[in-house]
């Protein structure tokens, strides 16, 4: 029982961390507004396979956080809403236009708030993780 609880503390923990690497993902997608010139754009995409796994894993012990979970959640359901748009954009850039800079742009501004979003909510989901874990 004790080593069952143990692990899910350390899975916890590896949450803590995760969450922290997919805010910096995020961060690294966005092209600030006074930069997006259309030349500039982030391709990375925000990986989100070890949070559902831990999830499952621990869901005995955050199940107490409805909140943190819905974070959770709302981290998972923007970041493939943010992969997806970049998936496009991949096929978009992949195919020469004169109006590209203009495609650049609009994929910017339209990427920036979930990328916010995704960085709001881990951080709302680390602090609330913070709490649980004490």
């Known amino acids: 029982m004790f080593l069952g609880f143990y692990e899910k503390h350390q899975k916890l923990q590896l949450l803590m961390a995760e969450l922290s690497q997919i805010a910096r993902d995020a961060e690294g997608i966005i092209i600030a507004e006074e930069l997006n010139d259309g030349n500039l754009y982030g391709l990375p995409t925000v990986e989100t396979r070890l949070l559902e796994t831990i999830l499952s894993d621990t ?14 959640a709302s981290v998972r359901s923007l970041a493939n809403r943010t992969n997806n748009r970049i998936s496009v954009f991949r096929l978009q850039v992949a195919t020469p236009r004169t109006d590209m800079q203009d495609i650049v742009r609009k994929h910017n501004d339209a990427i920036r708030p979930l990328c916010e979003y995704i960085i709001e909510d881990a951080e709302e989901a680390r602090s609330l993780l913070e709490a649980l874990l004490k």
Request: charged fraction near 5%.
């Open 59 to 72: 869901y005995s012990i955050t199940s107490a956080s409805p909140e943190m979970l819905s974070n959770l």
